[in-house]
């Protein structure tokens, strides 16, 4: 069978995505939020915010992949976690600026980037 939900928002809440360090703008918050916007939006039935423990993207967070895709955006605050939402769900333009570079990713530590 097909997955019944049109998108999938993985959130990172790994340790380092999570960070205090990131204040407000860690992952649980950030997952929290989008989770309220969607359920706002009146989507409950159509995407799925969902946290995720690592994506194994951790130089580069917060991070979020959005499915179906594969698009990783990172580097996040609450404010851009938004715009991905709203661009990805298309009630604003996708926010393709927002993305992880390919060069960055190599540069960066995680087996991700070594799948390169
Ligand atoms: S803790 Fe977020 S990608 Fe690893």
């Not at 997952?31 to 989507?43: I, P, S, T, V």
């Not at 915010?49 to 605050?77: K, Q």
């Amino acid at each position: 069978m097909n997955y019944p939900f049109e998108k999938l928002f993985l959130v990172c809440i790994g340790d380092r995505c999570n960070n205090d360090s990131h204040g407000k703008d860690r992952g649980e918050v950030i997952a929290a939020e989008l989770k309220d916007l969607n359920k706002q939006m009146g989507r409950k039935g159509v995407a799925r915010i969902c946290r995720v423990s690592c994506l194994d993207l951790c130089d580069h967070g917060p991070n979020i992949v959005v499915e179906p895709g594969n698009t990783v955006y990172s580097h996040l605050d609450r404010s851009d976690a938004e715009k991905v939402y709203r661009g990805e769900m298309g009630d604003a333009p996708k926010r393709t600026d927002l993305e992880l570079e390919e060069g960055e990713l190599r540069a960066g530590t995680s087996a991700a980037a070594r799948k390169r």
